[in-house]
């Protein structure tokens, strides 16, 4: 069983910078996408950004150009730096990792981290 364990998260200014961290553990397979998603609260959990396990990202239009993910298989650990941050990406984080464990498929959750951004 894959378990995920995010970081990072807190409050920051309107403009700032953080850097969230989600490293999987456990019986962890083959992990073919990590990515993070966000729920603000009354809204539907959304797409962040994933990265397959061959390093390709793909960001929801309203990050690009200031959230980048990146991932480091070797220690099964996902990265969302995030720049000029806004009070309207204060949200629960979550990571997510999709693979496989033998032939048996998995789609984890972290517990969620929360990002406050301060106007």
């Known amino acids: 069983q894959v378990q995920l364990v995010e970081s990072g998260g807190g409050l920051v200014q309107a403009g700032g910078s953080l850097r969230l961290s989600c490293a999987a553990s456990?019986?962890?397979?083959?992990?073919?996408?990590m990515g993070w998603y966000r729920q603000a609260p009354g809204k539907q959990r959304e797409l962040v950004a994933d990265?397959?396990?061959?390093?390709?990202?793909n960001y929801a239009d309203a990050m690009k150009g200031r959230f980048t993910i990146s991932r480091d298989n070797a220690k099964n650990t996902v990265y969302l730096q995030m720049n000029s941050l806004k009070p309207e990406d204060t949200a629960v984080y979550y990571c997510?990792?999709?693979?496989?464990?033998?032939?048996?498929?998995?789609?984890?959750w972290g517990q969620g981290t929360l990002v406050t951004v301060s106007s």
């Open positions: 990265i397959s396990s061959g390093g390709s990202p």
């Open positions: 456990g019986f962890v397979g083959k992990i073919s996408v």
């Open positions: 997510n990792a999709r693979g496989s464990y033998y032939a048996t498929p998995f789609n984890t």
